[in-house]
């Protein structure tokens, strides 16, 4: 694994850069022929430019470490702590309310199965994942808008359209339009709001980074724990329509957050027009990077995620009906969504500390730890009989999916780079989104038609199994990838010039001083 002295940056910030630099390998640079240094990609051609454009010198002042770098050392903190803020209560407002679904999903039951719908937990199931799945469905597009417009001007915008999206579903009286308020509204606008968030902490922190992004992803277990509790309290006294108003002002408060994502580099937009004092944007291939799929382990990892994911949602929508079915109306289901919520964030804080000191593709075997315990925790549900059990299984499968969220972006990182890191992730939050969206929908069709949710919920625990399967196999790919990279010349120079280049200056070194000695003698 190649030192590490200098943090690649993100392409475009905003007002903030769309990518976030994160732990990882960085490739060293030779400058004009010159000494080897730590930051950017392939070495130039001796003597001189190799004809690419030449660095902004506004990139290159104010940079530590080698001429002509990318980006400034993020500071470590100041103005960061403000953002890292904003970004936990982002995290907490968009995955509290998801993740609170279940209580959600009951209330819905309630208000719009009157009509003896046989078939009303397959229709209900659809508001809560088609929300769940477009958070992530639009993550390619995020991606592709934070790198032109930068990180404020998209969390802003999106944290808007969830605002009218969670208001306008609060009017609805029939199930069906929430498909579009909720479902898809409502969510899309979380997902322009919540991807910035984590792709600018990679500008205020480097060294502090796991640290930061499991404080910041730990937000939305704070919420977890107490929105269940709020959400029952609300519907009991004011209604579901009147507690999804009262959950606007969250949306609002995330919409004030998202002005603090401060700019410190400027997004690609204004790097390619705003030099030459014109509007215009970066070329196509800039703007829909598909060259992330031509890393082998990233390929892999984009198809082991999503096929680990089948059942991954089904607990968070079904498991409070599954709770009323078995044990009646009497116990308090929300704890276990306290116990989801509580041991996720413990795990987030953890595993993102242990993710700092695993090297390279080598933190995928936490992901993979993490897949086997939550899909067999999914499996025991069924089997628990009492409900001290239940909470038991909640503790375990919160724990471990606080590991499976928290390392995602170090991962990404470790795969394919700093610079393509950004639109990586939301290649694969957008592929995940199918696996999310139709899992509970599935299980709702199961309940529908068996009575009971044992099967879906014995079903749901076979996918992160075959999925953490696949994933064993990424650091073994990954560092056979690497190898071949190394053996790869650089900047179209043959190995054999490199040698015949490196033996003149040995020659120059070991020749100079004997011809001074004889001139002097």
Known sequence: MAPVSEQLAPQGAGDSAATAPLPGPVEPRRENGGDWCQGSGSPAAPGGDSGAEPRAATEAAGSAGCP??????????GWGW???????????????????????????LQLFGGGGDEQIAFKTAWVNSLSMGMVF????????FTDLFGCRKVAVIGAAVGFVGLLSSSFVRTIEPLYFTYGILFACGCSFAYQPSLVILGHYFKKRLGLVNGIVTAGSSLFTVSLPFLLRALIDSVGLHNTL???????FVLFLGGFTYKPLVSNAKDKEGGKKGKFRFPPEKKICNFSVFKVPSYRIWAFGIPAA?????????????HVKDRFGDNMPEEVLLLCLGITSGVGRLIFGRVADYIPGAKK???????????????????????FGGLIAVCL??????????????PIAFELVGAQDVSQAIGFLLGLMSIPMTVGPPVAGLLRDHLGTY?????????PPLIGGAILCFIPWVHERQKLKERAKPVDGETTEKMLEHESTLVSDVTEKPVKEMESGF
């Open 454 to 462: 044992d099967v879906a919920f014995y079903l749901a625990g076979v």
């Open 309 to 321: 994911l089948f059942g991954y949602f089904v607990p968070y929508v079904h498991l409070m009906k």
């Open 396 to 409: 375990f499968m919160g724990l471990f999916d606080g590991c499976f969220i928290c390392i995602m972006a």
């Open 137 to 144: 469905f639009c993550s390619p597009i995020v991606s592709i």
């Open 245 to 251: 108003r009262v959950l606007c002002i969250l949306m």
């Open 82 to 108: 403000v953002v890292m803020l904003a970004a936990m209560w982002c995290n907490g407002a968009v995955f509290g309310i998801q993740n609170s679904c279940g209580v959600l999903f009951v209330s819905m």
């Open 364 to 386: 995928v075997y936490l992901q993979v730890a993490s897949f086997f315990f939550i899909g067999l925790m999914s499996m025991m549900i069924p089997l628990c009989h009492v």
């Open 68 to 77: 002509g770098s990318a980006t400034p050392e993020p500071p470590e903190g």
